[in-house]
């Protein structure tokens, strides 16, 4: 959603609230839930916290309701048109851990699957003791642009989640895009089939939160390439070779905080923001757009620093869409220098890590690459593959500087890590962009040799291949569990199984 | 999705010398290839292909499209792409001479004035950057903070520091209360000698930050400049009881540092001055 203050307000001043809403028989307080239900055409839940909510469409509904009954929804909000021809409802004043349901068109009732639950209170866990994220990287194949080679792929891995899911009956919390969301241009027609058909089920019950990818930019304004604009301007949007510049749909269709409305320190742009959920903060950043420019990168670097040192939660989870360490098919982080589409992997590596050192992150996830590739529990390493020292940079068994931990099952690993004399300053780093595909060669960038070897990445024992790879090239997404004690990350299959999984103790 | 051809690719590769090519690049390139050759006169067609090589730092080739572009159309349209790929090509001057072109054909392009103003920084004209950075300011509804970060920066440069004030608060007004705009604000009051405006602008903060310790020891140290020692040493101390109960992270092991020792400072005594 395009930042605009007035909107912001007029939408604030009609939101509704569970405990204006009366029963009364008098017109004032009428139950104005009488309409009928509209189908939109996409709908999702935005900046779901423990108080409020944004439920945004597109169609011709004008207003939405909600209540704690499904046979009696209560609760009306006028909705207000935002740009991208969307229309949004915030609701405040929700309490927190409560289902909730809701109709579009202010009908009394509630259709089959229109239902959220709110989140916890800062700091505290959710009632089943555990905050459960799921990530998808470059998902964006489920439409027209990926289907002669992709067809089905980006539904595969959601029915691997959601038989993972059935497996222990907890639902997810947090739902999380890592970039390239919707194939080739990021259009909003590409957006409608890659993202609102395909999780259609998911996004009206949990609140999706994105970073920008390099496909988000069209063929850009500067760059007019597919995936490859480099410019800094989110109004140098072209879907085709035709179009007049415009506002690329991303910022349109999501409406992400910019003043710190979910938690976390106000950002002042939607392309980069945090929140929080319970017991984690998470921070989505802008490796796509703010990283193209020094001043911009550097205003994200020191909003950052801020945020962090203002959050005292359990967990901290970062996402951006280039990933400081690949050695993924054509994304080689240790070329990025040569390669103006990877330079932001470099530049990520060089400014960012070491904030996400010394502030406390525990997890960081990004796509760009169409594999799964994890690291061991980092710190300090910011420069290419060939300078990593198991005995400098990561966490090791017994301190022996031969034996890198693998955080599974006996190794997990400790948040106050044992090597750093009991410091909490290790990273975790997943590249996880084969949500929608998964690249089955090196492709013409990357040498074959080194194709999912990055030397700071664990060796997978799934693979395929002898001797193991440092890597997967799987389809498939990320479970993240958090709880008060632990922080456990799963990397899941199509059909469920978990291929890759480690385990941070606090 | 279309398919590349592989000989294509090769081609391409070797045109390219030591520039690099995106796998995504070269399906665009012969989807433009394929479009310039049932319509050989569309001129925008030559645009975007110029800009395609011109990423690949591929600039003979660029400019050739961009040529053959001006013939086949007017040759304003061109020269915005025409002033980036010489932007590229650190060809400040003629980078400009497209840039003035185009916006004297589409004032309101807020890109070109955003290019212009980085070009005129570099090339150490400060002013005409700060000009060009409110004409983008004006002209996008959402303008990045870090823009107004660089725009402050050049006029505290130019020891401007009332403007760039002026500009901070027109971005804190735009934009919300974002710390980095703020922060840099109280960077130059304090600068300014006007260490009262510094404390009320970083108490606006207090809710933004969540009332860290990070918040209460810098606040700390601004009462202290304006010698309200109780007051920062209730700060202080409320800072290190809550660093102490988080887990120990390198900056929260560096911050109770910084803490505790301006705690020592302001518990020292005077020294004595002798008559």
């Known amino acids: 959603m395009r930042y605009n203050a007035a909107i912001r307000l007029l ?91 809701y109709s579009v068109g202010a009908a009394p009732t509630a259709p089959a699957g229109q239902q959220f639950t709110t989140g916890p209170e800062k700091s505290a866990l959710p009632d089943d003791g555990n905050t459960r994220v799921w990530l998808i990287g470059d998902s964006g194949t489920g439409g027209d642009d990926e289907r002669e080679d992709h067809a089905g792929e980006a539904a595969q891995v959601l029915a691997g989640m959601n038989t993972f899911v059935a497996g222990d009956g907890e639902a997810v919390d947090v739902f999380m895009m890592l970039g390239d969301n919707a194939y080739e241009v990021g259009s909003d027609f590409n957006y409608q089939q890659a993202v609102f058909e395909t999780y259609a089920a998911l996004l009206k019950q949990v609140s999706v939160w994105p970073t920008i990818g390099n496909h988000e930019m069209g063929i850009g304004e500067a760059v007019p390439l597919g995936g490859l604009s480099t410019s800094s301007d989110p109004d140098s949007y072209r879907a085709t070779t035709l179009d007049a510049p415009s506002r690329t749909p991303y910022l349109d269709i999501f409406s992400l905080p910019t003043q710190g409305e979910a938690g976390g320190v106000p950002s002042g742009t939607e392309q980069y923001y945090s929140f929080d959920y ?61 390669r103006v589409f990877d330079l932001p992997q470099k530049d990520m590596r060089e400014e960012f890590v070491p904030v996400f050192d010394e502030y406390g992150v525990d997890l960081v996830y990004g796509g760009h690459s169409h ?9 300090n390493h910011t420069g290419t593959s060939d300078t990593f020292s198991p005995a400098l940079h990561a966490e090791l068994v017994d301190n022996n500087p031969s034996l890198p931990s693998s955080g599974r099952g006996a190794e997990a690993y400790a948040q106050l890590s044992p090597t750093s004399g009991g410091v909490d300053d290790r990273v975790v780093y997943t590249v996880a962009g084969n949500s929608g595909k998964a690249d089955q060669s090196a492709g013409f960038l990357t040498k074959p040799e080194v194709w999912l070897r990055h030397a700071a990445h664990i060796e997978q024992p799934a693979d395929s291949v002898t001797p193991l790879r440092r890597g997967l090239n799987v389809l498939g997404s990320v479970v993240v569990d958090a709880s008060a004690a632990t922080l456990t990350a799963s990397f899941i299959d199509m059909d469920g199984e978990v291929l890759d999984r480690f385990t941070i103790a606090r | 999705m279309i398919r590349y051809h592989h000989w294509f690719l090769w081609s391409v590769l070797c045109l390219a010398g030591t520039a690099s090519s995106h796998p995504g690049q070269h399906e665009q390139l012969d989807h433009i290839n394929s479009l310039i050759a049932q319509q050989p006169d569309q001129q925008i067609l030559y645009i975007r292909r110029g800009s395609i090589y011109a990423t690949g730092a591929q600039f003979e080739q660029a400019m050739a499209d961009f040529e053959q572009a001006e013939r086949l159309g007017p040759a304003v349209q061109v020269a915005l792409e025409r002033g980036m790929a010489y932007y590229q090509m650190q060809e400040f001057d003629l980078a400009t001479q497209y840039l003035d072109r185009y916006l004297q054909q589409f004032p309101h392009a807020a890109i070109a004035y955003e290019y212009r103003s980085r070009i005129a920084r570099q090339k150490g004209d400060v002013r005409q950057a700060i000009a060009d950075l409110h004409r983008y300011f004006e002209l996008q509804d959402q303008p990045h903070p870090g823009n107004y970060l660089a725009a402050a920066d050049m006029l505290h440069e130019l020891h401007e520091t009332a403007q760039a004030l002026n500009l901070l608060d027109q971005g804190l007004d735009k934009l919300g209360l974002v710390p980095q705009l703020q922060q840099r604000a109280i960077e130059l009051e304090l600068e300014r000698g006007t260490t009262a405006a510094a404390i009320a602008r ?11 310790p990070s918040w209460k020891l810098q606040m700390a140290e601004l009462l202290l400049l304006d010698d309200r020692h109780a007051d920062a040493g209730m700060l202080l101390n409320q800072a290190e009881t809550e660093l102490r109960k988080l887990r120990p992270t390198p900056a929260r092991i560096k911050l109770l540092q910084q803490v505790l020792a301006l705690k020592k400072k302001l518990a020292a005594p005077v020294a004595a001055t002798s008559d």
């Open chain 1, 11 to 101: 939408v604030a001043g009609t939101a509704g609230t569970l405990v204006a809403c009366s029963n009364g028989n008098d017109d004032f307080f009428a139950n104005r839930c009488t309409g009928t239900e509209i189908l939109p055409s996409r709908l999702l839940l935005q900046q779901l916290t423990d108080s409020s909510v944004i439920i945004k469409w597109r169609g011709t509904a004008t207003a939405a309701c909600m209540g704690s009954d499904p046979n009696n929804l209560n609760v009306y909000v006028q909705s207000s048109a935002t740009d991208g021809d969307h229309q949004e409802a915030v609701f405040t004043n929700l309490d927190a851990q409560t289902l909730y349901y």
């Open chain 1, 278 to 338: 319970g017991n984690v903060h998470f921070v989505s950043l802008d490796s796509q757009l703010s990283a193209r420019d020094d001043d911009q990168r550097a205003a994200m670097r020191e909003w950052l620093i801020d945020d962090l040192s203002s959050n005292d939660a359990d967990w901290t989870i970062v996402i951006f869409h280039h990933p400081p360490y690949s050695k993924g098919a054509n994304h080689d982080s240790d070329t990025a220098d040569a």
């Open chain 1, 371 to 379: 594999s799964y590739e994890r690291s061991y529990y980092l710190r």
């Open chain 2, 202 to 212: 970083f108490a606006t903060l207090r809710i933004p930050l969540q009332n860290s």
